[in-house]
């Protein structure tokens, strides 16, 4: 079955039936509401009835209109707007109950992201950060953070980590001009995806480095150019992506290198501990007893 469902939509006009050719008009049209309608919902607005609308999903090879309309969300997530995210988000949030709903949809992308998690890739990973001779991460826009956050953490766990900021698309390539072989390459990205990121992992790439990506799904662009790729779950939060199971898998991908390098982590950690002491990096906090 072909990924893109819009493509498949347009080119099957004079195949489908009169009730499904207005099914098709309109999801071409309004994909950005199509994607989170009911078939009842789907079948009202369009006219015609609710089973003429799942035999539809039928037609084209999904095994339920769930499973349509799941394929839909996936293709468009990189296509919408913020102005659409934010009409999409009226029906999708309850205006009077937002934090129970968020902290609900947050909830159900960490367990579709262990839904989705392969072991041996993640294996696979945590091996590659420990082999390399250098790593460079990117992250851009939204994705920025989730760099910055691994970044922190991998560069005390082990040397040569480098973090590649985006001030301009010609510097990304200058941060990382001597990559290569034996080298690493992660570059992290989810919807609307980075044109800035895909490029430089092609760089990479092409360099001879080994490439490693966290993103949301195959649908990614990243799916194809790397050698090892996780998936965590973001789904759409009005004009924002929920981080939350990102951040999530990163926190793990954190603790299992640590893991592998107990001895070292525990070495870097009491040298730390005696250095932030001394530069007073923290608060210090007294326990007060009560007499």
Same mark, same amino acid.
């Given at each position: ?108 992308? *960490?367990? #579709?992201?262990? +839904? ?11 091996? %590659?950060? $420990? /082999? =390399? ?96 790729? *996780?998936? #965590?779950?973001? +789904? ?11 951040? %999530?898998? $990163? /926190? =793990? ?39």
């Amino acid at each position: 079955m072909e990924n893109d469902l819009l493509k498949v939509l347009a080119r099957g006009g004079s195949k489908f039936s009169k009730g499904q050719k207005t099914i098709a008009k309109y999801i071409l049209n309004n994909y950005d509401k199509a994607a989170f309608m009911t078939a009842g919902r789907l079948g009202k607005i369009v006219g015609v009835s609710e089973s003429t609308v799942v035999r539809f999903a039928a037609e084209l090879g999904y095994d339920g209109y769930p499973s349509m309309r799941k394929a839909l969300q996936e293709m468009i997530r990189n296509r919408l707007t913020s102005v659409q995210r934010i009409e999409v988000a009226k029906s999708m949030i309850n205006d009077n109950d937002v934090v129970r709903s968020i902290i609900a949809s947050d909830m159900q992308n *960490l367990q #579709a992201t262990l +839904d989705v998690l392969e072991q041996d890739n993640f294996n696979k990973f945590i091996d %590659s950060i $420990i /082999n =390399a001779k250098n790593i460079y991460i990117v992250g851009m826009r939204t994705s920025t953070s989730l760099a910055t956050f691994l970044g922190l953490y991998l560069n005390l766990l082990r040397s040569n980590v480098n973090v590649i900021h985006d001030t301009a698309a010609s510097e990304v390539y200058e941060q990382i001009i001597r990559i290569g072989e034996g080298d690493l390459f992660i570059a992290i990205s989810f919807p609307r995806y980075s044109s800035h990121t895909v490029d430089a992992m092609e760089f990479a790439k092409k360099m001879g480095a080994m490439t490693a990506a966290i993103t949301d799904g195959p649908a990614s662009p990243l799916n194809g150019i790397s050698d090892v790729c *996780l998936h #965590a779950k973001s +789904d759409m939060v009005s004009f924002l992506d929920s981080l939350v199971a990102p951040m %999530s898998l $990163i /926190n =793990a991908i954190i603790v299992a290198v640590g893991i592998k390098n107990k001895d070292n982590l525990s070495k870097t950690f009491e040298r730390l501990e005696t250095i932030w002491s001394e530069h007073d990096v923290y608060e210090r906090t007294e326990h007060i007893q009560n007499t």
